[in-house]
């Protein structure tokens, strides 16, 4: 062969390599991504993240803890009419002395459908009170109520 056949197949080799060496890189970052770190737990957002963790983890005893007494003592269950969220994303947080709002978006998937898989997002608002000195829940967007239902004794 003559070196002026030799260069393209060169060129294309180097190019294959080149993609191959991309695409290794691409998945080693998508699948070392994790868990998102957690939030301050002092902070409004740190107890919304956490507590929005043990409701979509089913872990109810957490998650209460992380309401006021009066939100326990109203709470009426878990909502059960929709399955839980798969991600909750910060959207913003507004603090104050004594309270707090965190908006969050809640992306809800699907695996049934005339067309396959679907996906729907929505915001809603966690507002959180100084209880002791603690941030806490005292109102959760009804996708991430939960709660034993059994009222608190003040």
Do not use: H
């Amino acid at each position: 062969m003559t070196d002026a056949a030799r260069k393209p197949d060169r060129i294309i080799l180097v190019l294959l390599g080149i993609i191959g060496v991309l695409v290794v890189v691409a998945l080693a970052v998508v699948f070392s991504r994790g868990d998102p770190a957690p939030l301050d737990e002092a902070s409004p957002a740190g107890v919304v993240q956490r507590y929005s963790t043990a409701v979509i983890d089913g872990d109810i005893a957490t998650a209460e803890t992380y309401l006021t007494d009066s939100a326990r003592t109203v709470c009426r269950g878990s909502f059960s009419g929709e399955p839980r969220p798969a991600r909750v994303v910060l959207v913003s947080t507004t603090e104050r002395d004594q309270s707090a709002t965190v908006k969050v978006s809640m992306v809800n998937s699907y695996q049934d459908g005339p067309f396959g898989p679907s996906e729907y997002e929505m915001e809603d608002i966690f507002t959180l009170a100084k209880e002791d000195g603690n941030w806490k829940i005292s109102q959760a967007p009804y996708m991430l109520m939960a709660c034993s239902g059994t009222p608190v004794k003040p």
